[in-house]
């Protein structure tokens, strides 16, 4: 097997970009593209060589790694008479880290596989901060072989690499993580706010609630109250981050996932709607996740 040195990178968001530019730290020579101009020049100041599109990205890459908004994204990226797949050299190995429905990923990686092309979802987890230090989890999934060869790639941008199982295994074990991070984040919002409002310093209860029963990656690593811990969405006006879309996004990938296999999942179903309340407000939607603390704060002067 021939070692992998140059990578074809597409889709340069607030996950995207630092991925591809902690590829670069690592030594591989990475072809970046991206519809957004500015995000496409932060990737070429971080080190990436430009391309003028997805297509030109290909040329002489080993691996193509794709970090996209939606499943309708990815479908239009790769597949059909235009998609990359018909330009994609067989020796080239795909690797989709976008979150989309699993019945997505396994179609794309059929029409690879059609090809010859060897091809894996794997997305990630971890957030802005874990992409930007390169201790993104990955959550893999298809054949051993094509993870095998990834691995080098994917531990470049990431701490944990995990095989879900075959193609689309990856998609279904994110979205349960992700239902379940919508979850304890409203817990954790709702459970802060019921102790401010009743004259409890946010950052004492933390504390106290971190190294207790109620202990979660939301307290620890996440706080949703401001002022309670830097370098968070909540110190910055729940400014970057991962939206309130995404996570809506996320959470429709989930329930519709749980009619498919006649799941009950009534926590989800419950965060979904909380989030799309909080969502209702368009300024919310590009709002980090954590927002949803401000769903069960008090108007000043009440």
């Known amino acids: 097997m021939n070692p992998i040195k140059h990578i074809a990178f597409i889709g340069l968001g607030n996950m995207g970009g630092p991925m591809a530019a902690n590829l670069v730290k690592k030594g591989f020579t990475v072809t970046a593209f991206d519809l957004s101009a500015p995000m496409l020049e932060k990737a070429v100041a971080n ?81 802005t901060a874990a992409a930007t230090a390169g201790t993104l989890s990955f959550m893999c999934g298809g054949d051993e072989d094509a993870i095998a060869r990834a691995r080098p790639v994917l ?41 401010v409002d009743n004259g409890l310093d946010p950052a004492v209860l933390s504390d106290i609630m971190r190294a207790s029963s109620g202990g979660n990656w939301s307290l620890e690593k996440y706080n949703p109250y401001p002022g309670v811990m830097e370098n968070v969405p909540a110190a910055r006006n729940y400014e970057g981050g991962f939206s309130v879309a995404l996570m809506l996004k996320d959470l429709g990938l989930a329930m519709d996932t749980a009619a498919g296999s006649a799941s009950s999942t009534p926590l989800g179903a419950l965060a979904k709607n909380l989030y799309q309340l909080h969502g209702g407000d368009p300024i919310n939607q590009v709002l980090d996740f954590s927002s949803i603390q401000n769903l069960f704060r008090r108007p000043v002067g009440d």
């Open 155 to 195: 531990e470049a941008m990431g701490a944990n690499i995990f095989h879900a199982g075959p193609a689309g295994s990856g998609q279904v074990a994110k979205i349960c993580n992700n239902m379940l991070l919508a979850i304890h984040m409203i817990g954790t919002a709702e459970a802060l706010q019921l102790g």
């Open 47 to 127: 080190g990436c060589h430009k391309a003028a599109s997805a297509h030109a990205a290909l040329e002489g890459a080993d691996v193509v790694v794709s970090m996209l908004p939606s499943g309708e994204a990815v479908r239009s990226l790769y597949l059909g008479v235009h998609g990359l797949l018909q330009s994609m050299d067989a020796a080239t190995l795909l690797i989709d880290c976008s979150t989309i429905a699993a019945n997505d990923a396994r179609q794309l990686i059929a029409a690879a596989g059609e090809r010859g092309i060897a091809a894996l979802d794997a997305p990630v987890s971890g957030g």
